[in-house]
C-alpha cells in the first residue's frame, strides 16, 4: 500500500518570502501522479500543482514549484513570494496511474498536512 | 459551470442515528468519490463509484455505504452514528479518464455526532 509522509506539522513565512513544504511518499509503483492540494479555513481543497511521475521536468504554476525526486520519493513544494493569502493547510497527495480505473478507480492518498502560516 | 456542491454544510446527529451525505459532481464528471477527514489529519478514502458502480472501497465499517445515481450525483449514508464519526466530509469528482489524474473537491460537510 501507498502511504505519504509529510513532517512538518506547522510551519512559519514571512511574506514575500520563499518557502519549501517537504513530502515523501512509499510506492513499488512506477506510474502514478502526486498533487499538493491547499485546504483554507473555507474547507475546500485547492488543487494547487500536480506532477506527473513519468515526466522528469518538475512542474511549476506561478508562484509554485515541486522539486521531484522519483529516485527517493521525495516531492517538496516550494513557494515563492509568499503572500498572506497562501496561509492554509497543505497537503501532499498520491495516486496510481496504473491500475485500469473503469475497473478498480483510484484514491488519492494524502499525507498528514503542513499548517502553512504567513507574517506580515 | 458550476464546481462540486455537497448538502447539507453542516449536521448535528445523536449517536446511533442515521445520516445522508449528498454530492453533486462537475459537469461531465462521471467519477465521484468520498473521504472522511477527522479533524487536525488528512483525508481517508471511503468509496469510489463511477458509472453508478463501485470502484474502490477504503478501510470503513459496513456502516458506511454509498450510491450514485444516473445523473452522477451521489449520496453517503452512515447508520448507527458514532462518536467517532464526527468529521469533514469531502466528495470529489474526476474525469473518468485515467492520464488526467485531477480531482476537484466540494467544500464538505461537517458532521457532530454528539
Known amino acids: 500500500a501507498q502511504t505519504v509522509t509529510q513532517s512538518q506539522p506547522e510551519m512559519s513565512v514571512q511574506e514575500a518570502e520563499t518557502v519549501t513544504l517537504s513530502c515523501t511518499y512509499d510506492?513499488?509503483?512506477?506510474?502514478?501522479?502526486l498533487f499538493w492540494y491547499k485546504q483554507p479555513p473555507s474547507r475546500q481543497m485547492i488543487l494547487v500543482i500536480r506532477q506527473e511521475a513519468y515526466k522528469q521536468q518538475n512542474a511549476t504554476e506561478n508562484r509554485f514549484s515541486v522539486n521531484f525526486q522519483k529516485a527517493a520519493k521525495s516531492f517538496s513544494l516550494k513557494i515563492s513570494d509568499s503572500q498572506l493569502g497562501d496561509a492554509a493547510m497543505y497537503f501532499c497527495a498520491y495516486r496510481s496511474a496504473e491500475s485500469r480505473f473503469q475497473e478498480y478507480g483510484n484514491k488519492l492518498v494524502f499525507g498528514a498536512g503542513t499548517i502553512l502560516r504567513v507574517k506580515s | 459551470d458550476a464546481g462540486v456542491t455537497q448538502s447539507p454544510t453542516h449536521l448535528i446527529k445523536t449517536r446511533g442515528q442515521q445520516v445522508t451525505l449528498r454530492c453533486s459532481p462537475i459537469s461531465g464528471h462521471k467519477s465521484v468519490s468520498w473521504y472522511q477527514q477527522v479533524l487536525g489529519q488528512g483525508p481517508q478514502f471511503i468509496f469510489q463509484y463511477y458509472e453508478k458502480e463501485e470502484r474502490g472501497r477504503g478501510n470503513f465499517p459496513d456502516r458506511f455505504s454509498a450510491r450514485q445515481f444516473p445523473n452522477y450525483s451521489s449520496e453517503l449514508n452512515v447508520n448507527a452514528l458514532l462518536l467517532g464519526d464526527s468529521a469533514l466530509y469531502l466528495c470529489?469528482?474526476?474525469?473518468?479518464?485515467?492520464?488526467?489524474?485531477?480531482?476537484?473537491f466540494g467544500s464538505g460537510t461537517r458532521l457532530t455526532v454528539v
Open positions: 510506492t513499488s509503483e512506477s506510474d502514478y501522479y
Open positions: 470529489a469528482s474526476s474525469l473518468s479518464d485515467l492520464r488526467d489524474g485531477r480531482y476537484t
